[in-house]
């Protein structure tokens, strides 16, 4: 079973003054009390390099939200791979379904992100999930196959990549998919990696986001398949935050 990884996509929120405060708060509590997973914040670029700052030598990683699919170049108001790992980034975040319905990312595109945060030496967080209309439809597991297929670069490993399987409908809206629905979903991913990868398809960590909170954590992260959790509003919370992370089994 691999470490489970509890990342906070803090998303478009934070100013400065208050999120040093933050992770501040947040580094003192699992240095005083490790938990049983692996802790990532992926702040706005703005923050990136005063918390990696606040974090040195905290054992939480840092993570960005997005990144170019080049290395540099005239791409005005985009940050690249190597920028993020230059600041401090272990982790990127692609394809979210935010930056997929904002900026209209389609899956290749999402594919040539992954591929340049390998290139910088980034863990790739590919973000993939289902639309309401698309569950209704009885295409959820179809329509995360073919994103998978479409996300995912050549240089994937279980080393170089996150899968964060995130339900359009579960996000920002307080509903959560259902243990059934996570574990059906996760099951099918596992099989398709285990299908690309083999056995190394076991190692590679599968989240679960959308409206995650410390009151259904633990169901969440103790169900079959389930490697962690992707967070967003609960992530700007401390106390929630940290709940979450306690909640790992
Ligand atoms: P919420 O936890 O606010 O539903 O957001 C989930 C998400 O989009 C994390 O990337």
């Known amino acids: ?38 802790i990532a914040v992926c702040p706005p670029a703005t923050l990136l390099r005063p918390v990696a700052d606040a974090l040195n030598n905290s054992a939480i990683a840092l993570g960005g939200q997005d990144c170019h699919a080049a290395q540099a170049g005239a791409h005005t108001g985009d940050v690249s ?22 900026h209209g990312e389609s899956d290749a595109l999402v594919r040539s992100k992954a591929a340049a945060a390998h290139s910088a030496g980034l863990v790739a967080v590919v973000c993939l999930g289902e639309s309401e209309a698309q569950r209704d439809a009885g295409e959820a597991l179809a329509v995360v196959e073919r994103q998978l297929a479409g996300s995912l ?29 996570i574990a059906e979903v996760h099951a099918h991913l596992r099989r398709l990696l285990c299908g690309r990868l083999g056995e190394e398809g076991r190692d590679l960590r599968l989240l679960y986001g959308g409206s995650v909170k410390p009151a259904n954590a633990a169901g969440i992260l103790a169900a079959d398949e389930v490697n962690g959790a992707l967070v967003g509003g609960a992530s700007l919370a401390v106390d929630d935050f940290w709940a979450i992370c306690r909640s790992c089994p």
Not at 27 to 38: I, K, S
Not at 154 to 180: K, Q
């Open 153 to 181: 670069p050549a240089s994937v490993s279980a080393a170089d990549t996150v899968i964060a399987y995130e339900p359009v409908w579960a996000i920002g809206t307080g509903r959560t998919a259902s243990l059934d629905e």
């Open 1 to 38: 079973m691999p470490t489970p990884l509890i990342a906070g996509n803090w998303k478009m929120n934070g100013l400065l003054g208050e999120s040093i405060e933050r992770v501040g708060a947040l580094a003192a509590r699992v240095a005083a009390e490790p938990p049983h997973c692996d």
């Open 81 to 102: 791979a190597e920028m993020l790992a230059d600041a401090g980034c272990r982790y990127v975040i692609v394809g979210h379904s935010e930056r997929r319905s904002d």
